[in-house]
């Protein structure tokens, strides 16, 4: 029992991060270095369904080159009432999701993006809904492989 004791004592903020490979799944970019070099590798606009195709918004596949991470975000200028993203890795099915509308100043949109998925030696890609009223069915916008 001790020496678990003299284990978890030695967990600090600054080493807790010290993770790799699929030890990132489901950790938040914003909240690791993994953020730091982000990148957006694929996107897609999330359009209707409709004759015209509206365009309500974007997805993004979300990339770190240092942690080898993927994740989706989703953007839209309008407020919508529903709004979503997954990021899917193709080597296992494991997904993320996110649902929400916060606003950034520095995007010009309502966003929400999702936890990671390690990325490394596979591929993944992203989806997203936007949908701006109860009478019509969400837009609908989905990302190639990265």
């Not at 004592?9 to 600054?14: S, Y």
């Amino acid at each position: 029992m001790g020496a678990v004791t003299v284990a978890l004592v030695g967990l600090t903020p600054d080493n807790a991060f010290a993770v790799s490979g699929y030890g990132y799944d489901g950790r938040w970019a914003d909240q690791t270095p993994c953020g730091s070099d982000a990148r957006t590798v694929r996107s897609a606009s999330v359009t209707t369904s409709t004759q015209l195709g509206e365009v309500y918004g974007k997805v993004e596949l979300r990339y770190s080159p240092t942690c080898r991470t993927v994740w989706a975000r989703v953007t839209t200028p309008v407020l919508p009432i529903l709004q979503d993203a997954t990021v899917f890795r193709n080597s296992d099915y494991h997904t993320m999701t996110c649902n929400g509308r916060l606003w950034s100043d520095s995007l010009h949109s309502y966003y929400c993006f999702t936890a990671m998925l390690y990325d490394g030696g596979v591929t993944s890609f992203a989806q997203a809904d936007i949908g701006r009223s109860i009478y019509e069915e969400p837009a609908y916008g989905e990302t190639g492989n990265y």
